[in-house]
């Protein structure tokens, strides 16, 4: 249902006690910023923008390789909350290798799944937040896809910078 | 028009960052976080420091409304405060969520407490120690509170109504835009809307941040009172009532004019505009 590296870490969560959940998902989030792109990198697609529900800027950085494998960076303002920090983390790593129409694919249950419903029901917006993560991943795969079928036309607010390579 | 004070009415209901540093381990005191990020305790707080949330450990779980007197004395107990405990707030947003635990612990009559002034930003603006261990305290046996001081602190909607009707001082801490009716929900929150936008009748815009300075501290005592009893028309010995959207905001002005103003009589509308604009048949001005 997911890809095996996202299963992965959705099957670790579900074994965790509320405490050690959420030393998890602070560790994810201490280490987002290793999910930054690195020097050399070219990228896809760059879509990097601050959405209404969120407190700062959130980048995305997609790469599709010849054997259309994705590989997705991250960028995060300093105001993004912990919640959101992490969730964009475990995206970058569970997701790495994944295909964009597999991300395209995903059902949005796991983030209930990762960060559990009596924590996220604490505020509406903290699930919301957990998910826009998901949600920028998701565009940014379909804003890569559009690019595919069309070449360099517009896609919205994403930078193409190499659509065919 | 009227001299302003140069003082804080109750200087003591505030603490300094450089204060704190140096009385940690103060015997009699528990600081306390509370935050809108709700893993933010744990990625680091002040040495010392228990987490409250806002939702989980102060609201019930299933009516909007705040926990029974004995799940509060069962929390102060957990946390090893006692009626005689001095709770230090402090959290996140400028204090909003440190101000709202305070009101909440005000409600159930817990007396001795304080806000730290500039709240976590400031604490870490000024890279003073942070640690992710989590204190343990010996468990108290807080007795349960005789009553909940709705009535003294707490504006529900009649009473809201009723302070509409009768021109007494309300303040919308919201943003303009909300107040104007322009959007419903607050920036950046647009899950949280109503249906309806505007502001309760009457009710003057004075948006919570008006006052605080840029890192988060208070304004000096004389320019609040410019900003509320000149601007606001609020008048010491009249009732007011403060609101926003689910009374957070309003706690933290509701703490400006109670404790940094002195005025008595300030009633915290917490259910706000998320109740006033479902409400079917409530009054509204869209005007700015």
Redesign the interface.
């Known amino acids: 249902m997911y890809p095996q590296k996202l299963n992965k870490i959705i099957n670790l969560f579900e074994t965790l006690p509320e405490d050690e959940r ?2 998890t ?2 560790s994810y ?2 280490n987002a910023k290793k999910q930054e792109p690195r020097e050399g990198e070219n990228f896809d697609l760059v879509d990097v923008r601050k959405d ?4 700062d800027t959130v980048g995305v950085y997609l790469h599709v390789d010849k054997d259309g494998k994705a590989q997705i960076r991250m960028t995060l303002g300093p105001e993004v ?3 959101t920090r ?1 969730m964009t983390a475990i995206l970058c790593k569970g997701l790495e290798g994944s295909t964009p129409q597999e991300i395209l694919d995903l059902a949005s249950d796991f983030v209930t799944r990762i960060v559990w419903c009596a ?1 996220a029901a ?5 699930c ?1 937040r957990a998910s826009k993560a998901f949600v920028r991943f998701i565009s940014t795969a379909s804003a890569w896809r559009k690019s595919r079928s069309t070449a360099v036309s517009a896609v919205g607010p994403a930078d193409i910078l190499s659509p065919e390579s | 028009m009227a001299t302003h004070p140069t003082q804080y009415a109750h200087p003591e209901a505030l603490v300094e960052t450089d204060w704190l540093e140096k009385h940690l381990n103060e015997e009699g005191i528990r600081i306390v976080e509370s935050n809108e990020d709700i893993l933010l305790y744990d990625t680091g707080h002040i040495p010392g420091a228990v987490h409250i949330d806002w939702r989980a450990d102060l609201q019930d779980p299933v009516i909007r409304d705040y926990i029974s007197p004995e799940k509060f004395a069962r929390l102060c107990s957990r946390h090893g405060i006692t009626p005689e405990t001095t709770c230090i707030f402090y959290g996140d947003k400028a204090n909003w969520w440190a101000c709202y635990a305070l009101w909440a612990f005000r409600l159930f009559g817990h007396e001795k407490v304080k806000i730290l002034n500039g709240g976590r930003d400031k604490w870490k603006a000024e890279q003073r120690p942070m640690t992710r261990e989590v204190p343990k305290y010996t468990k108290t046996n807080y007795p349960v509170p005789k009553k909940r001081f709705d009535k003294e602190i707490r504006a529900f909607f009649d009473e809201a109504l009723a302070q509409s009707k009768s021109d007494k001082p309300l303040i919308d801490v919201r943003s303009p835009g909300e107040y104007k009716g322009e959007i419903t929900h607050m920036p950046e929150y647009p899950q949280e809307g109503v249906l309806r936008g505007g502001h309760i009748p009457g009710a003057k815009s004075m948006p919570w941040k008006t006052a605080t300075n840029d890192n988060a501290t208070f304004k000096p005592a004389d320019e609040l009172a410019k900003i509320y009893l000149d601007q606001c028309g609020v008048k010491p010995g009249t009732d007011t009532v403060v609101y926003c959207r689910i009374g957070e905001r309003s706690s933290h002005t509701w703490f400006v004019l109670t404790y940094l103003l002195g005025l008595e009589n300030v009633r915290n509308y917490d259910g706000s505009w998320t109740e006033w604009g479902n409400k079917v048949g409530a009054p509204i001005e869209k005007n700015a």
């Open positions: 959420r030393e998902l602070v989030a201490d209404e529900e969120c407190m909350q912990t919640l992490s924590f604490r505020r509406f917006i903290t919301s």
